[in-house]
C-alpha cells in the first residue's frame, strides 16, 4: 500500500512539470514546484510549457547535443510515468555515465541539489537514464527516455570566448 501511495504521489507530482512563462518570479518558487520554471531560473533560458516540449522550442534558438556539461539541461521525454517530460540541470560530471543534477519535483514537492543521474543507454548517448530516488536512497529501477542537453547561451558564449585566440580579440 505504501508503495502505491508513493507511486501515486510521483505520477502526480511529475505530471507537474509544465508551466507557464508568468508561473514563479526568477526569485520565489512559491505554490506548487514543477520542474520547468525552476530550470528556466536556474539558466536563464526562454522555454515555456510541458517539459518534454522543450527540445522542439529550443530548435533555433538554443544548441543542442547529446553530452552533457555543467549548466546544461537534460530534457525526459513524454511517457505514461512522466506525461509532461521532465527537466534537469546538470551540476557536475562525474563520469562519462553519471552526472549530478539539480531539479524540482521528481520528488514532488523537492529540490534536489546534487541527484545522481546514470546514462544505461547502449550506446552511451544519454538516450535512456536512471535517475536518484530519494524514498530509497539510491537509483531507481525505471529508466527514463531523454533527447538530450539543451545549451543555454550564455554557456555557448562561455565557449566562444573561450575558444577565440587572445590576438582577435
Not at 512563462?21 to 526569485?27: D, F, L, Q, V
Not at 537534460?74 to 505514461?80: A, E, Y
Not at 510515468?81 to 552526472?99: A, D, F, N
Request: one cysteine or more.
Amino acid at each position: 500500500m505504501k508503495r502505491a501511495v508513493i507511486g501515486f504521489g510521483l505520477c502526480l507530482g511529475l505530471a507537474a512539470c509544465g508551466g507557464g512563462p508568468r508561473e514563479y518570479s526568477r526569485a520565489s518558487f512559491n505554490g506548487p514546484l514543477q520542474c520547468a520554471p525552476y530550470a528556466r531560473a536556474k539558466t536563464g533560458v526562454a522555454l515555456y510549457g510541458a517539459a518534454a516540449g522543450w527540445w522542439r522550442s529550443a530548435s533555433g534558438k538554443y544548441r543542442k547535443t547529446a553530452r552533457p556539461a555543467k549548466g546544461e539541461i537534460l530534457v525526459f521525454r513524454s511517457t505514461g510515468r512522466l506525461p509532461s517530460g521532465h527537466v534537469s540541470v546538470v551540476r557536475r560530471i562525474v563520469s562519462s555515465r553519471k552526472i549530478l543534477v539539480e531539479h524540482a519535483n521528481w520528488e514532488p514537492g523537492r529540490i534536489d541539489r546534487s541527484a545522481p543521474v546514470i546514462d544505461v543507454s547502449r550506446r552511451n548517448d544519454w538516450s535512456l537514464v536512471r535517475v536518484y530516488w530519494a524514498p530509497i536512497k539510491g537509483i531507481g529501477s525505471r529508466a527514463y527516455p531523454t533527447y538530450g542537453f539543451i545549451v543555454p547561451r550564455d554557456l555557448d558564449d562561455i565557449a566562444r570566448l573561450q575558444e577565440t585566440p587572445d590576438h582577435a580579440m
